[in-house]
């Protein structure tokens, strides 16, 4: 399989991932079948941890652009207002487990943006 833009970016910019499978809770409404890992991405100085789940089609660890990947997406329809989100993504606005998800990827804009720093819009931009 060849490498997308996004992976060979990571690869420049020197940023490693540490995947620990197990390494956190599976939410009880998923998939007895996805597979959950605790993720350390490292970037310049910096560093973030989260929760990442793959579903069971995939049988290897994620890459540090199948991470970035989905951050970047979640920390991108954080900053979208509620009823966007819900809107956007076909979430029912009076669904609490939907507030949850909006509320997740939220705050993670944030930290997403400190991560990236500067090199944020490179990382957006990139195909994966």
């Keep these: 399989m060849s490498r997308t833009d996004l992976e060979r970016l990571c690869d420049r910019e020197n940023v490693r991932i540490t995947a620990e499978y197990g390494g956190v809770e599976l939410p009880e409404d998923w998939s007895p079948g996805t597979h959950p890992y605790k993720v350390t991405l490292r970037f310049q100085r910096r560093q973030l941890t989260v929760p990442f789940f793959m579903g069971s089609a995939h049988e290897c660890e ?67």
């Design 62 to 128: 994620p890459t540090a652009g199948d991470v970035l990947s989905c951050l970047i997406s979640d920390a991108r329809i954080g900053e979208e207002s509620f009823e966007d989100f819900c809107s956007e993504l076909g979430y029912d606005p009076d669904s609490r487990r939907a507030e949850r998800t909006w509320r997740t990827c939220r705050d993670l804009t944030p930290r997403v943006s400190r991560f990236l720093g500067d090199r944020l819009e490179a990382f957006s931009e990139a195909e994966h």
